[in-house]
Structure formats: structure tokens, C-alpha cells
């Protein structure tokens, strides 16, 4: 089965068609993050404006590069929700266009099960029930995977998410939008051990997170070396920072993983690609006895393959919807 599946939640438009769930066949992208960074963060109306007019061309890229024509699509997905409203709609309008054009099915996907679902066209053999790690730009999710389209979530951020905070600590230390990767590189370059930064937990809810005095500390630490003329260590900021909020990240996964007694866990989302989190999560893995799956860079930040994947999977579960479906801003992952 072959699906045309649409992304455009964010600052990336993406279209592709995937095979079966786990094949892609195609993966048009064409990323606003050079527009949004003159502004230091995305700017919604610009974001929306430039799916509309990049998703026609894109769509006709992914179409010919997979080889396909109109007969060869069996359905339609698209990322409904969570995401900025005005650039969901965008992918979302357009999606519905194509699947009453052309005739067929249209499979609502939610963005964050299409983050996890990357892993299935990275893993071939990987099947649900696992443990997924979902940390993106604008959700920070511990989530048990029971099966394809039975997701329930264990712990989340009470605030910001961990790519949220990325980006925000990237921009005071003068690094350019998307922070992630810049902050990455520069917290590669230091041991750290120089900051000491405000650690969360939430009365009660243990596999729950929150990463705004995180964000805070690194912006007033770095406000108040201007303001004295003090010297900032960035790199070894950086590398505090990224500890810290590894240390947040992987041992509540670790406990989740021993609540549901998995031996299988994934990563899944933008924050997925960074190199410090990825080495720690490897290492308690290794420890817990546990497999780990982590997604090729490419396959972490946002991509329509992940859409189609998740796509086959909610079309076998019968999920599919009509041409009054809407858009959301937010949506729990099990809804
Ligand atoms: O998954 P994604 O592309 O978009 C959302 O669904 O939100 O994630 C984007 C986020 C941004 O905050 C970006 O700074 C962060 O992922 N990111 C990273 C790295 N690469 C991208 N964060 C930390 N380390 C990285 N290497």
C-alpha cells in the first residue's frame, strides 16, 4: 500500500510516499529555518505562508521522485495535530484537496505518533509494545507504545519541551535558530562541571518534567555576565546545560522502562539527534540490559516519511476521516 503523506506543522513542509509503512519511496523537504532564524525563532504567519507556497511543487517532487502517479497512491495522510495552527491547516487543506481530487482515503495522523513511527522505516524488525522517548521542538513525551495506534503517555513536560528549551538557551548564548544542533556542537567542546543548574521534579508525578527554570537559569546566568562584564564559559555552559537536561530525560525513561518491564526502547524527534543524550541513553540502556533503537539524524526532525509510516498503521486500524476533519493546535498523543 502506498501512501502520499503530508507534514507541515512546524517550519518544515514535507511530502513523501511510503510503502507499506515501512518503505519510503520519496522525502520532500524544504525547511523555513534560514527565514525564521533573522527573526531568532519561528514566526507562525511566515511559516504558514511559505507552506503555501512551496506544498504544490513539493508534492509534484515526491510524486515523480518516488515514481508515482495519481493511480499508484492508495491514500492520503497528513499531520492533523499538535502543531502551529496556521501551518497545520496549510499541509492539512491541501492533504484534504488531494484525497477528494483523487479519491481517496484520508488518514489523520497525530505528529508526535508520526515522530515515533520513524522508527519503523529506520528498524524493520521493530514491533510494538516498546518505550518511546519523544522529544521534539515543541513536545517532551515518555510514552508506552502498546501497539501501533494504542499509545498512553507516562510522563510529560509540565512546561516547556526540551526543544524549547534548546532553542532558548542557544539564542542567549548568540548561537543561531535552531539551537539545538549549534548548542550541540559547542557543548562538545567542554567537560562541563562549571554551572550549577536547577533540577525539577513534580510532587507526585515522578515520570513528569519541566524544563522553564532550566531555560531561566541559562538566560539569567548569561544576562548577568553581560550586565558585570564577567566571562562566560559557553562551551562548558552548553555542556552543563545538555547534562542537565539529559539527566531530566534519560533516568525517568529508564524508570518507565522498569514500570512496564520492556526490554525494547526508542528515541523519537528533533531533540533525538542530539549527541550527549544519545550517548547517555545508549549507556543506561546497555546497563538496564535493554535494546535500543535510535533514529538516523535525518529521520529525527520533522519529515513526511514518519507521517506515512504512522499513516499505514492507523489506516489498518480502520482510522481513517471525512472531509469535516479539522486541525488542532494541541491533542494528546492517546486521544
Ligand atoms: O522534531 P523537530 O524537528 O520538530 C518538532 O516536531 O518540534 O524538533 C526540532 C527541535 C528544535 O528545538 C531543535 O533545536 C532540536 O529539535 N534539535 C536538537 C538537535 N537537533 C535538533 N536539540 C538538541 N541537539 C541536537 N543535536
Redesign the pocket.
Known amino acids: 500500500m502506498k501512501i502520499l503523506a503530508f507534514e507541515s506543522?512546524?517550519d518544515?513542509t514535507a511530502v513523501a510516499v511510503v510503502e507499506d509503512g515501512r518503505q519510503i519511496l520519496s522525502d520532500a523537504i524544504a525547511s523555513q529555518a534560514d527565514m525564521h532564524a533573522l527573526y531568532g525563532g519561528v514566526v507562525p504567519e511566515i511559516a504558514s505562508r511559505k507552506h503555501v507556497e512551496v506544498i504544490a511543487a513539493l508534492t509534484e517532487q515526491a510524486l515523480n521522485d518516488a515514481g508515482c502517479g495519481k493511480d499508484d497512491i492508495d491514500a492520503v495522510a497528513v499531520t492533523y495535530a499538535p502543531g502551529l495552527i496556521g501551518a497545520v491547516l496549510v499541509g492539512l487543506s491541501f492533504a484534504k484537496s488531494v484525497a477528494y481530487a483523487w479519491g481517496k482515503p484520508l488518514i489523520p495522523v497525530h505528529?508526535?505518533r508520526g515522530?515515533i513511527a520513524a522508527n519503523y522505516l529506520a528498524f524493520p524488525e521493530l514491533e510494538p509494545p516498546f518505550l518511546a522517548l519523544a522529544i521534539?521542538?515543541?513536545?517532551t513525551l515518555i510514552v508506552d507504545v502498546r501497539d501501533y495506534t494504542d499509545l498512553k503517555i507516562l510522563g510529560a513536560t509540565r512546561d516547556d519541551?526540551?526543544?524549547?528549551c534548546?532553542?532558548k538557551a542557544?539564542r542567549v548564548l548568540g548561537l543561531p535558530y535552531?539551537?539545538?544542533?549549534p548548542?550541540?556542537e559547542l557543548a562538545q567542546q567542554s567537560q562541563g562541571g562549571v554551572y550549577t543548574l536547577p533540577r525539577a521534579h513534580v510532587d507526585g508525578a515522578e515520570l513528569d518534567m519541566s524544563f522553564s527554570g532550566l531555560k531561566t537559569a541559562v538566560v539569567n546566568l548569561s544576562h548577568h555576565a553581560e550586565q558585570t562584564g564577567e566571562a562566560l564559559d559557553r562551551a562548558a555552559l552548553a555542556r552543563d546545560f545538555?547534562n542537565a537536561v539529559s539527566g531530566e530525560l534519560v533516568p525517568r525513561a529508564m524508570k518507565a522502562l522498569a514500570q512496564t518491564g520492556y526490554k525494547t526502547m526508542c528515541a523519537a524527534?528533533?531533540?533525538a539527534?542530539?549527541?550527549i543524550?544519545r550517548a547517555d541513553l545508549e549507556a543506561a540502556c546497555k546497563k538496564a540490559d535493554c535494546q535500543l533503537y535510535l533514529p538516523p539524524l535525518r529521520l529525527?526532525?520533522?519529515n513526511g516519511s514518519m507521517i506515512g509510516a504512522q499513516g499505514y498503521y492507523e489506516f489498518l486500524a480502520g482510522h481513517t476521516a471525512d472531509m469535516a476533519l479539522n486541525a488542532f493546535a494541541t491533542r494528546d498523543i492517546d486521544a
Not at 519541551?161 to 524549547?164: K, S, T, V, Y
Not at 535552531?178 to 544542533?181: H, R
Request: net charge negative; proline share 3%.
Open positions: 506543522s512546524c518544515e505528529h508526535v515522530h521534539s521542538g515543541g513536545n519541551a526540551a526543544g524549547e534548546f532553542d542557544a535552531p539551537g539545538g544542533k548548542m550541540d545538555t524527534g528533533g531533540v539527534a542530539n549527541s543524550i529525527c526532525g520533522d
